[in-house]
């Protein structure tokens, strides 16, 4: 600049003015709480449905006119029917119980399992390793409803019908591929030179596996356990096909018992329902960091 030139002040910039980027930024967050918000959409309902009377419980407005908050009570039996004058024949206490201890048995035996098939297939070297690996993936491909009449036939031949254990054991196997893979790919990121040197100071693959791999192996862990309850806690086809006995029902089973000669009970099912939904909630809130970080460990290698 010359000296002659005139000294020319800076830009004002207007603050009011948003950037391309603010605004591509402002317009995502908005779409994210649109859509936020059409998915909440149902929960709130059934929220709100929970708290109504029988015949407002199914109008389409939201709010209750007249709220009715001994729904819960009812279902819990700690109160009668307001309609019926009687303690609800429903022990949904006894419902909760077999989905929760249904649900932990499969995720157990199902972390268990599945951890050590990927420390197999990820970290000892064994003649046709990669091929069966991929013909085990290929199970993937079979849908479950295709395997529900052999699987039922097999627990007819071993008396396991209308038991925990006819329950248990195909779900904790029927999901093994997908908890395989990903522990798989989990496994994949840990150096290989920490099993050498184990190895080296005399550790058996076994020592290897429970004392060094499966605490690094943490994140992924909890990723599995999360699909694999969320999957089982609200198993509906299974337990229908399996089930005889009242008291072995699971939630999704004993729900129906709602449905009543008195009438669909729909406030009760409702609140049922949300009582039934919120600890899935919670767990998934209060592990979604550990969720995202497991997904993106196991995604570092193929």
């Known amino acids: 600049m010359s000296m002659n030139e005139p000294h020319r002040p800076p830009p004002v910039r207007d603050h009011l003015t948003l950037s391309g980027t603010g605004a591509r930024w402002l317009t995502g967050y908005l779409a994210l709480c649109l859509a936020a918000f059409v998915m909440a959409l149902p929960f709130v309902w059934m929220v709100f449905g929970s708290f ?9 407005h939201f709010v209750p006119r007249d ?5 819960y009570a009812v279902v819990l039996r700690l109160e009668p029917d307001k309609y019926t004058g009687q303690l609800i024949d429903i022990r949904f206490g006894r419902f909760y119980f077999n989905s929760v201890f249904v649900t932990m048995a499969v995720a157990l ?3 268990l399992t599945c951890a050590m098939a990927a420390y197999a297939f990820a970290r000892i070297r064994w003649p046709g390793r990669d091929k069966v690996f991929f013909l085990y993936l290929g199970t993937l491909m079979i849908p479950g ?14 008396g396991m019908v209308d038991t925990y254990r006819g ?6 196997f029927g ?6 893979f990903l522990l798989r790919q989990f496994m994949l990121t840990i150096p290989r030179s920490l099993d050498e040197a184990a190895a080296i100071d005399g550790a058996s693959h076994w020592r290897i596996f429970w004392d060094l791999i499966l605490p690094l192996s943490r994140a992924g862990l909890v990723t599995l356990a999360i ?3 969320l999957a089982n806690y609200q198993s509906f086809f299974w337990p229908l096909v399996m089930l005889k006995t009242k008291a072995l029902y699971t939630l999704p089973i004993g729900l129906l018992e709602f449905d009543t000669s008195y009438g669909k009970q729909t406030e009760l099912i409702l609140a049922a329902t949300v009582m039934a939904t919120v600890p899935l909630i919670l767990l998934f809130l209060s592990a979604q960091r550990a969720i995202v970080r497991g997904i993106q460990l196991g995604a570092v290698k193929g």
């Open 52 to 60: 109504k009377p029988r015949l407002e419980a199914e109008e389409v």
């Open 67 to 71: 709220w009715q908050p001994e729904n």
């Open 109 to 111: 035996i199902q972390l």
């Open 145 to 158: 409803v295709v395997l529900m009449i052999p699987n039922f036939q097999l627990m007819v031949a071993f």
């Open 167 to 172: 329950l248990i054991i195909p779900a904790a």
């Open 175 to 180: 999901g093994s591929a997908f908890g395989t």
């Open 227 to 229: 699909f694999t309850i």
